[in-house]
Protein backbone atom coordinates (compact mmCIF):
# COMPACT_ATOMS: atom_id res chain seq x y z
CA UNK A 1 0.00 0.00 0.00
CA UNK A 2 1.42 3.07 -0.97
CA UNK A 3 1.56 5.94 1.80
CA UNK A 4 3.20 9.33 1.64
CA UNK A 5 3.85 11.76 4.68
CA UNK A 6 4.85 14.98 4.54
CA UNK A 7 7.30 16.59 7.49
CA UNK A 8 8.62 20.27 8.07
CA UNK A 9 8.67 23.02 10.31
CA UNK A 10 5.37 24.64 11.09
CA UNK A 11 5.94 28.10 11.21
CA UNK A 12 8.06 30.04 8.95
CA UNK A 13 9.02 33.73 8.90
CA UNK A 14 8.32 35.92 5.98
CA UNK A 15 10.64 36.56 3.07
CA UNK A 16 12.26 32.83 4.19
CA UNK A 17 12.16 29.89 2.14
CA UNK A 18 9.97 26.43 2.75
CA UNK A 19 11.39 23.40 2.94
CA UNK A 20 9.46 20.38 2.87
CA UNK A 21 9.73 16.68 2.77
CA UNK A 22 7.32 13.63 1.88
CA UNK A 23 8.22 10.29 2.73
CA UNK A 24 7.22 7.58 0.35
CA UNK A 25 6.30 4.30 1.17
CA UNK A 26 5.00 0.75 -0.76
CA UNK A 27 6.96 2.03 -3.97
CA UNK A 28 10.09 3.29 -4.63
CA UNK A 29 10.10 6.91 -5.88
CA UNK A 30 12.04 5.94 -9.24
CA UNK A 31 9.25 3.57 -10.33
CA UNK A 32 8.59 3.93 -13.76
CA UNK A 33 5.80 6.71 -14.93
CA UNK A 34 5.04 7.63 -11.06
CA UNK A 35 4.59 11.63 -10.66
CA UNK A 36 5.06 13.00 -7.49
CA UNK A 37 3.57 16.49 -6.55
CA UNK A 38 2.49 19.28 -3.87
CA UNK A 39 -0.68 20.86 -3.55
CA UNK A 40 -1.64 23.35 -0.65
CA UNK A 41 -5.40 24.16 1.05
CA UNK A 42 -5.46 28.24 1.99
CA UNK A 43 -7.48 28.70 4.76
CA UNK A 44 -10.26 29.38 2.94
CA UNK A 45 -10.20 25.92 1.97
CA UNK A 46 -9.58 26.56 -1.79
CA UNK A 47 -7.24 24.13 -3.46
CA UNK A 48 -4.50 24.74 -5.53
CA UNK A 49 -1.86 22.75 -7.68
CA UNK A 50 2.06 23.55 -6.97
CA UNK A 51 3.36 21.06 -9.47
CA UNK A 52 4.73 17.57 -10.36
CA UNK A 53 7.42 15.90 -10.73
CA UNK A 54 8.97 12.09 -11.63
CA UNK A 55 12.48 11.08 -11.03
CA UNK A 56 13.85 11.04 -14.42
CA UNK A 57 13.85 15.15 -13.45
CA UNK A 58 11.19 16.15 -15.84
CA UNK A 59 8.98 18.95 -13.87
CA UNK A 60 5.53 20.81 -14.19
CA UNK A 61 5.15 23.40 -12.07
CA UNK A 62 2.34 25.78 -12.00
CA UNK A 63 2.64 29.48 -13.46
CA UNK A 64 2.21 31.11 -9.89
CA UNK A 65 4.91 29.51 -7.92
CA UNK A 66 7.23 28.50 -11.03
CA UNK A 67 9.74 31.62 -10.23
CA UNK A 68 9.89 30.62 -6.64
CA UNK A 69 9.59 26.71 -6.82
CA UNK A 70 11.74 24.05 -6.56
CA UNK A 71 11.14 19.94 -6.22
CA UNK A 72 13.06 17.30 -6.01
CA UNK A 73 13.38 13.12 -5.79
CA UNK A 74 16.31 11.69 -2.67
CA UNK A 75 16.33 8.28 -3.92
CA UNK A 76 18.61 7.47 -0.80
CA UNK A 77 15.83 7.94 1.59
CA UNK A 78 12.96 7.47 -0.97
CA UNK A 79 11.61 10.80 -0.41
CA UNK A 80 10.67 14.21 -2.52
CA UNK A 81 10.46 17.48 -1.67
CA UNK A 82 9.24 20.97 -2.13
CA UNK A 83 11.08 24.31 -1.78
CA UNK A 84 9.45 27.44 -2.01
CA UNK A 85 11.27 30.54 -1.44
CA UNK A 86 10.12 33.70 -0.93
CA UNK A 87 7.02 32.96 1.44
CA UNK A 88 4.73 35.58 2.06
CA UNK A 89 1.27 35.39 4.29
CA UNK A 90 -0.09 34.15 1.47
CA UNK A 91 1.42 30.95 1.48
CA UNK A 92 0.09 30.32 4.86
CA UNK A 93 -2.19 26.68 4.18
CA UNK A 94 -1.96 22.93 4.38
CA UNK A 95 0.50 21.34 2.11
CA UNK A 96 -0.13 18.01 0.95
CA UNK A 97 2.08 15.64 -1.07
CA UNK A 98 0.45 13.59 -3.69
CA UNK A 99 0.71 10.78 -6.58
CA UNK A 100 0.45 11.86 -9.47
CA UNK A 101 0.60 14.27 -12.57
CA UNK A 102 -3.36 14.77 -13.66
CA UNK A 103 -5.61 13.14 -10.92
CA UNK A 104 -3.98 12.74 -7.44
CA UNK A 105 -4.00 9.45 -5.54
CA UNK A 106 -3.16 8.95 -2.80
CA UNK A 107 -2.88 12.29 -0.59
CA UNK A 108 -0.49 12.27 2.42
CA UNK A 109 -2.39 13.90 5.36
CA UNK A 110 -0.55 16.77 4.97
CA UNK A 111 1.27 19.18 7.29
CA UNK A 112 0.25 23.02 8.34
CA UNK A 113 2.33 25.77 7.81
CA UNK A 114 1.94 29.47 9.08
CA UNK A 115 3.78 31.79 7.81
CA UNK A 116 4.36 34.80 10.46
CA UNK A 117 7.11 36.63 12.03
CA UNK B 1 -5.76 28.67 -16.33
CA UNK B 2 -9.22 27.17 -16.44
CA UNK B 3 -11.70 28.25 -13.71
CA UNK B 4 -14.32 25.85 -12.55
CA UNK B 5 -16.94 26.95 -11.01
CA UNK B 6 -19.15 24.17 -8.84
CA UNK B 7 -22.67 24.39 -8.43
CA UNK B 8 -24.75 24.14 -5.61
CA UNK B 9 -21.72 25.88 -2.73
CA UNK B 10 -24.13 23.69 0.07
CA UNK B 11 -26.27 20.29 -0.80
CA UNK B 12 -29.24 19.62 2.13
CA UNK B 13 -30.11 16.05 1.75
CA UNK B 14 -31.29 12.75 3.54
CA UNK B 15 -29.65 9.39 3.90
CA UNK B 16 -31.30 7.61 0.90
CA UNK B 17 -31.22 10.26 -1.20
CA UNK B 18 -30.22 10.55 -4.65
CA UNK B 19 -27.08 13.79 -5.01
CA UNK B 20 -26.27 15.69 -7.84
CA UNK B 21 -23.07 17.74 -7.93
CA UNK B 22 -22.26 20.17 -10.84
CA UNK B 23 -19.03 21.13 -12.04
CA UNK B 24 -18.27 24.10 -15.06
CA UNK B 25 -15.46 24.73 -17.03
CA UNK B 26 -14.85 28.47 -18.50
CA UNK B 27 -13.11 26.46 -21.65
CA UNK B 28 -13.81 23.10 -22.80
CA UNK B 29 -11.48 20.52 -20.68
CA UNK B 30 -8.76 18.72 -22.86
CA UNK B 31 -10.02 14.82 -23.17
CA UNK B 32 -12.26 15.14 -20.36
CA UNK B 33 -9.47 14.99 -18.06
CA UNK B 34 -11.54 15.82 -14.79
CA UNK B 35 -11.63 14.44 -11.67
CA UNK B 36 -13.78 14.65 -8.30
CA UNK B 37 -12.73 13.93 -5.02
CA UNK B 38 -14.40 13.90 -1.40
CA UNK B 39 -12.91 15.29 1.57
CA UNK B 40 -14.29 14.96 5.48
CA UNK B 41 -12.95 17.02 8.29
CA UNK B 42 -9.47 16.84 9.33
CA UNK B 43 -8.47 14.77 6.37
CA UNK B 44 -7.20 14.75 3.25
CA UNK B 45 -9.15 14.31 0.03
CA UNK B 46 -9.81 11.39 -1.69
CA UNK B 47 -9.97 10.42 -5.07
CA UNK B 48 -13.24 9.26 -6.07
CA UNK B 49 -13.43 9.84 -10.18
CA UNK B 50 -11.17 10.41 -12.99
CA UNK B 51 -11.44 10.84 -16.55
CA UNK B 52 -14.79 12.31 -15.91
CA UNK B 53 -16.28 8.86 -15.54
CA UNK B 54 -13.70 6.20 -14.10
CA UNK B 55 -14.62 5.05 -10.39
CA UNK B 56 -10.86 5.21 -8.49
CA UNK B 57 -10.00 1.75 -6.97
CA UNK B 58 -12.21 1.28 -4.05
CA UNK B 59 -14.29 3.66 -4.80
CA UNK B 60 -18.15 2.17 -4.38
CA UNK B 61 -20.54 2.10 -7.68
CA UNK B 62 -22.80 4.62 -6.10
CA UNK B 63 -20.37 7.06 -6.65
CA UNK B 64 -20.37 8.10 -10.81
CA UNK B 65 -18.89 10.67 -13.10
CA UNK B 66 -20.45 12.07 -16.47
CA UNK B 67 -19.74 15.01 -19.03
CA UNK B 68 -17.88 15.98 -20.91
CA UNK B 69 -16.94 19.63 -22.92
CA UNK B 70 -17.40 21.92 -20.03
CA UNK B 71 -20.16 20.47 -18.36
CA UNK B 72 -19.83 17.75 -15.65
CA UNK B 73 -21.83 16.23 -12.81
CA UNK B 74 -21.37 13.66 -10.13
CA UNK B 75 -24.23 11.74 -9.10
CA UNK B 76 -24.28 9.91 -5.62
CA UNK B 77 -27.10 7.64 -6.71
CA UNK B 78 -28.27 7.10 -2.53
CA UNK B 79 -26.57 8.54 0.13
CA UNK B 80 -25.03 6.83 2.99
CA UNK B 81 -24.15 7.99 6.15
CA UNK B 82 -20.31 8.47 5.73
CA UNK B 83 -20.79 10.33 2.25
CA UNK B 84 -21.48 13.40 3.66
CA UNK B 85 -18.61 15.51 2.79
CA UNK B 86 -16.84 18.39 0.52
CA UNK B 87 -16.53 17.27 -2.84
CA UNK B 88 -14.05 19.32 -5.20
CA UNK B 89 -13.92 19.04 -9.09
CA UNK B 90 -10.25 19.35 -10.73
CA UNK B 91 -9.37 19.51 -14.54
CA UNK B 92 -5.94 18.12 -15.53
CA UNK B 93 -6.35 18.82 -19.04
CA UNK B 94 -4.92 22.51 -19.22
CA UNK B 95 -1.60 23.27 -17.10
CA UNK B 96 -1.95 24.93 -14.68
CA UNK B 97 -4.03 21.75 -13.18
CA UNK B 98 -7.15 23.73 -11.20
CA UNK B 99 -9.95 22.53 -8.79
CA UNK B 100 -13.43 23.92 -8.12
CA UNK B 101 -14.49 25.97 -4.83
CA UNK B 102 -15.84 22.67 -3.43
CA UNK B 103 -19.70 21.73 -2.63
CA UNK B 104 -20.79 20.72 0.63
CA UNK B 105 -23.51 18.12 1.36
CA UNK B 106 -24.77 18.06 4.35
CA UNK B 107 -27.56 16.22 6.41
CA UNK B 108 -30.67 17.82 5.87
Known amino acids: QLVLQESGPGLVYPSETLSLTCSVSGVPVTAFSHYWGWIRQTPGKELEWIGS???????YYNPSFRSRVTMSVDTSNNQFSLMLRSMTAADTGLYYC?????????WGQGTLVTVSS | EIVLTQSPATLSLSPGERATLSCGAS???????LAWYQQKPGLAPRLLIYDASSRATGIPDRFSGSGSGTDFTLTISRLEPEDFAVYYC?????????FGQGTKVEIK
Open chain 1, 98 to 106: VKGVGAFDP
Open chain 2, 27 to 33: QSVINSY
Open chain 1, 53 to 59: MIYSGTT
Open chain 2, 90 to 98: QQYGSSPWT
